[in-house]
């Protein structure tokens, strides 16, 4: 370890002893009841506390290109951004998409929507029309925010989307034109609005809807509350050990939930500077950023990990990296060799942390202190019961090293209170009053807790999660597919990637140009992530005697497993 400095959260076992949430409550000066607005508590209280001229946001984007806000312009901002909605007509609850690249706006943005009182619902630039159309239709959103490059995927789809009624553009600097329903929108030039009165929102309004990809059906919105900021503040604090003095950096993009929970909400509740970097992945770049910026708390992801260990350590060497103090790490599985790595190279171990979309916050983690097991995510956050389930019964299991799933017993502030208009979904969340995270583990005789993989088919591809099938709906609208299966295979840097399986219409015979022309078919309609690595035309598909398609025969030749019980298979 680099630092002496006592971690924020001091003794695990002591928080463990008095926990309640109630310690974040009074930090944040809220007792029940009271409004609580997550755009205020990170904009206008952090300068009520005299923070009104620290640096909250360091932005940088290509070729060097650099902008910085205080935490006076975050106010400034995103009252003038909720402003600005308020007089379209924009009300509460109405559901605000924000589709853009990482730039400013996407962050300020998100603030003035949850300032305005409506629901932010931030989308992945890279979706595709069909994955904007599905999430856009299903939360009938009233209004995208975007920006020229992405507005003409909101176009091809507008017709489709009857609750669409402002499309706003931010980047339009009068050069190119609009069509008629779109509004251009410029922060730098719009009149700085002094005093807007942030929505009297109370611990139950709706805040942020992220979508998330299961194994069926199309993607449910994750619907979350304002009061989710009890969990965001104090796992920043006690997770990420952010302090005053940080220069914190969370690689995650808001269109997924850890830029949202730790890459917004987390670090600006706690009055905290955060830098964004908007470029491509680059090893060398991400070493320039922390040597420049002097990142000391580096919040990413194994995927990352993995590409920066495969760039070596001479580019390391090239940078001066000795300003970070604290590294974490979310949404796939931290091999033990990235740990050990990252302690032999930057002189400090990646501490895991393991939560979703759902839980909103971290559940189970390597607290700063907390002995590091390589490969193991470590402990249940203080507030956070978790335990394993027997996989056939769901009844709590006792013996250490057998494979249970992973449950939360419900009730921390953050976690999710629905699926937009998908109560049964949402139900089957839930069994004998625990949560399912739908992830298996091992615990060890420490109580530590050792990922296995997900208890359903979807695949975690870099950190993100896609839907099989998703993926096969969108294969079989090409002409020639008659049936397809959607696995995922291993990948030495992206842990698995995507796998189709294809069987083709009669007449229809399999060639590379057919191939090429499905590929090409399908990206036009997918997430380059939700994009297969490779399509194999097979005669035949592996079913069950009804007639369902068993991904589990074809996924486990894949990775070179046992297939396991085939006794329901209709063609063996
Ligand atoms: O399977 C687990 C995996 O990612 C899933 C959640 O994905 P998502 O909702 O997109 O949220 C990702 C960021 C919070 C989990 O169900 N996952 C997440 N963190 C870990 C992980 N798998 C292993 N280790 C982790 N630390």
């Not at 910085?68 to 600005?84: C, E, G, Q, V």
């Not at 789809?157 to 509004?183: F, M, S, T």
Request: net charge neutral; proline share 5%; aromatic share 10%.
């Amino acid at each position: 370890m680099k630092t002496t400095i006592p971690s924020n959260i001091g003794s695990y076992e002591a928080r463990l002893k008095d926990f309640s949430w109630s310690i974040a409550e009074k930090e944040l000066g809220y007792r029940p009841g009271d409004d609580i607005n997550i755009a205020w508590y990170c904009t206008d209280r952090i300068c009520k506390m005299g923070k009104a001229s620290k640096t909250a946001f360091i932005w940088e984007g290509l070729g060097g290109a650099e902008k910085k806000y205080t935490f006076n312009d975050l106010r400034l901002a995103s009252n003038t951004i909720a402003s600005f909605f308020k007089g379209l007509g924009i009300r509460r609850e109405q559901r605000v998409c924000l589709f853009m690249d990482r730039i400013p706006e996407l962050y300020l943005g998100f603030l003035g929507v949850l300032k305005l009182g409506a629901v932010a619902q931030p989308l992945f630039s890279a979706f595709g029309d069909e994955s904007l159309l599905v999430r856009l239709e299903n939360a009938q959103t009233t209004a995208v925010m975007t920006t020229h490059k992405h507005v003409n995927k909101v176009r091809k789809i507008r017709e489709k989307l009857p609750h669409l009624k402002h499309i706003i553009v931010v980047d339009d600097q009068g050069k190119k034109p609009l069509q008629a329903g779109e509004v251009a929108f410029s922060l730098e030039k719009a009149e700085p609005v002094e005093d807007f009165q942030a929505a009297a929102t109370k611990a139950e309004s709706p805040s942020v809807l992220h979508y998330t990809s299961g194994t069926t059906g199309q993607p449910k919105g994750v619907r979350h509350v304002h009061y989710s900021l009890i969990s965001q503040y104090l796992t920043a604090k006690w997770v990420l050990d952010l302090r005053d003095d940080d220069m914190y950096w969370c690689t995650a993009d808001p269109g997924w939930v850890t830029g949202t929970s730790y890459g917004i909400i987390g670090p600006w509740s706690l009055g905290v500077t955060q830098c964004v970097l908007d470029v491509g992945f680059s090893a060398d770049a991400w070493y320039q950023f922390i040597e420049k910026h002097k990142i000391t708390m580096w919040y990413s992801a194994p995927t990352a990990i993995r590409s920066l260990m495969k760039a070596g350590e001479e580019v390391v060497k090239k940078h001066d990296l000795s300003s970070l103090r604290h590294l974490a790490s979310v949404g796939e599985p931290l091999n033990a060799e990235a740990v050990v790595w990252s302690q032999r190279v930057f002189g400090l171990p990646f501490h895991d942390s393991y939560w979703q979309t759902e839980t909103g916050s971290i559940m189970i983690t390597n607290l700063p202190g907390m002995k590091i097991k390589p490969g193991s995510m470590a402990k249940p956050f203080p507030g956070i019961t978790a335990t394993l389930l027997d996989l056939a019964t769901f009844e709590p299991m006792n013996s250490t090293g057998k494979v249970g799933l992973i449950a939360v017993r419900p009730g921390w502030p953050a976690m999710l209170r629905g699926y937009w208009n998908n109560e049964e979904a949402y139900k089957k969340k839930f069994r004998n009053g625990w949560y399912l995270t739908g992830d298996r583990a091992t615990i060890d005789q420490d109580g530590y807790f050792w990922f296995v993989g997900r208890d359903d088919d979807v695949i975690n591809t870099a950190g993100h999660l896609v839907s099989p099938f998703e993926v096969e709906s969108v294969l079989l609208e090409h002409p020639a597919v008659a049936e397809s299966a959607v696995v995922s295979k291993p990948d030495e840097i992206n842990m698995e990637v995507v796998k189709a399986f294809v069987t083709l219409k009669p007449g229809r015979q399999p060639s590379d140009d057919l191939q090429l022309e499905i590929m090409n078919f399908i990206r036009k309609k997918l997430s380059p992530l939700a994009m297969p690595q490779e399509i194999e035309f097979t005669p035949s598909l592996p079913k069950t005697r009804s007639g369902k398609i068993m991904r589990r025969v074809l996924k486990a030749k894949e990775w070179g497993q046992e297939i396991g019980d085939i006794s329901t298979l209709e063609n063996d």
